[in-house]
């Protein structure tokens, strides 16, 4: 065990083989309850449209379902498996549970492991880590859910204000609000990557109209030719 | 109230999601209690967890007055208690709300417009929602334990080899960064075509955007260079707020 975790641990207490052997069986029981529960709260999640649909006598349109899933998928599924393989490491199994049913993982869970791993001076692979890294996962998701529980009570009275006519445009908008505020985030990240998939997606809207409305399907061609710019200058070093 | 805004807005919808929520609120209690207890008998200092879990409440506000933003943001057209419960939990604003725009054109409509929406295209958009962010869920549920034991297990043969050897760098990360980089070209792009002529003459897309950007440009001025860290979390929600009030304000003025 590392000085650095020497610091938070009282040596008095465990022989470092029964830390193993404790550590080995309590890891096991964390992927014992983190897949029973995952999967509970999965048929919990998928469960909502249905029953809503249910009590308003409409079911979800599966054609237009897998129409959505299909573009969705494609970038999405890839995405979720970079973010599996790289943030599992740091999360730990218990957090790595934890976060990808609570989400919010790049923004909030891992700067809160990382800012817990700093405040307990723990390291990455060791058993004082792990738990760390659990405790602060799972505290930030509770407050999370405590903050927006509360922020709902206050939005329900607020109710007919947010749906005024005055407001449509606002929530009308809230699309271009998002990838305008994110487009420039990420052009300003890598410029390099941001400019022909730009520039040929607005000549393509301009030229073909009928583009306009089929944004799901630029999404494609547009994230494609991305990943290859950017492909091609991570190998030319240029990233 | 429209019948779709009552529908979406139902008080028996309001439940369901805080019996989602409490569900996934007690997985993380139980979590925390075991590691806790473990924390304890593998000899760490009680002090030190509790400094944990109090720093990391401090950490957590903040960001989660974000989301809140978020959900005031989707419960315009989604309803309030969809955005509570896709914000709560998996998501984060800019998936859930560009998912919903694709799931929209799916099933038919322009996209997330209040005047086309009906509580049909509703429960097929938050299906999409659900199932399309399930990806990482189902990587956990299948994949987590055989990784975590490779990681573990590598990292106690190698350790010293480790040491020595150079980290190859990835194209994971940039892979990611450009993946979301095509797809905000392919939304800008869309809203450029959509003030010429042939596109609508509507320039409003492009003008909310617009104002969505210089807003972040600020932000990333105010964290890049003068280190207002504390605001990185605020700058995606605020900048959209500022935005769709712009267009409010806008609509308003012509």
């Known amino acids: 065990m590392s000085k650095a975790t020497n610091n938070m641990t009282n040596q008095k207490a465990v022989s470092p083989q029964e830390k193993a052997a404790f550590f080995a069986e309590f890891n096991n029981g ?10 509970l709260a999965v048929i919990m999640l998928v469960s909502v449209p249905f029953i809503v649909g249910a009590m308003n006598g409409v079911m ?10 299909a573009t969705v998928g494609l970038i999405y599924i890839p995405v979720a498996i970079v973010e599996f393989l790289v943030y599992t490491p740091m999360l730990g199994v218990g957090g790595s549970y934890l976060s990808f049913i609570t989400g919010n993982v790049t923004n909030m869970k891992i700067p809160c492991v990382m800012n817990a791993k700093d405040i307990a001076k723990t390291e990455a692979g060791t058993p004082e880590h792990e738990i760390v890294s659990t405790i602060s996962v799972a505290v930030s998701a509770i407050t999370t859910t405590l903050v927006i529980v509360a922020g709902v009570i206050l939005l329900v009275p607020l109710q007919p204000i947010l749906q005024a006519e005055a407001l449509l445009p606002a929530f009308n908008n809230v699309v271009p609000a998002l990838f305008g505020a994110l487009g420039l985030k990420y052009f300003l990240k890598s410029p390099q990557i941001a400019v022909v ?5 607005s000549v393509l809207c301009i030229a073909v109209p009928a583009a306009i409305s089929q944004t799901s399907l630029l999404l494609i061609p547009s994230g494609g030719l991305a990943l290859l710019i950017g492909y091609l200058l991570f190998k030319k070093g240029k990233l | 109230m429209n019948s779709y805004l009552a529908s979406v807005n139902a008080g028996y919808f309001y439940g369901i999601v805080a019996l989602v929520l409490a569900f996934i609120t007690g997985m993380c209690l139980i979590f925390c209690v075991k590691s806790y207890r473990a924390g304890v008998a593998i000899g760490m200092e009680e002090k030190a967890l509790r400094k944990v879990i109090t720093s990391s409440v401090m950490f957590t506000l903040l960001p989660s007055i974000s989301i809140l933003l978020g959900v005031i943001a989707l419960s315009g057209t989604l309803g309030v208690p969809l955005s509570w419960l896709r914000l709560s939990v998996i998501g984060a604003l800019q998936y859930e709300l560009n998912v919903a725009e694709i799931a929209a054109q799916g099933v038919g409509l322009s996209g997330l417009n209040l005047a086309e929406l009906n509580i049909g295209a509703f429960v097929t958009i938050a299906l999409v929602m659900t199932v399309g962010i399930l990806g990482g ?7 987590l334990k055989k990784y975590m034991n490779k990681l573990q297990g590598g990292n106690n043969q190698d350790a010293t080899q480790d040491e020595n050897k150079e980290k190859k760098p990835s194209f994971g990360a940039h892979a990611t960064t450009a993946m979301f980089v095509g797809l905000c070209a392919a939304y800008i792009g869309s809203y450029i075509g959509k003030v010429m002529p042939g596109g609508g003459s509507d320039w409003m ?3 909310v955007a617009g104002v969505a950007a210089a807003c972040m440009a600020v932000f990333e001025y105010l964290i890049q260079k003068k280190q207002y860290l504390a605001l990185e979390n605020f700058s995606l929600a605020a900048s959209m707020l500022v935005a769709m009030a712009a267009a409010v304000l806008v609509n308003l003025a012509i």
């Open chain 1, 30 to 39: 964390l992927h014992r309850i983190g897949r029973i529960t995952l999967v």
């Open chain 1, 60 to 69: 979800p349109d599966m054609k237009g379902f897998l129409k959505g899933f």
């Open chain 1, 197 to 201: 998939p730009l520039v040929l997606m």
């Open chain 2, 137 to 143: 869920v189902f990587c956990c549920i299948f994949f």
């Open chain 2, 205 to 207: 897309p492009l003008f």
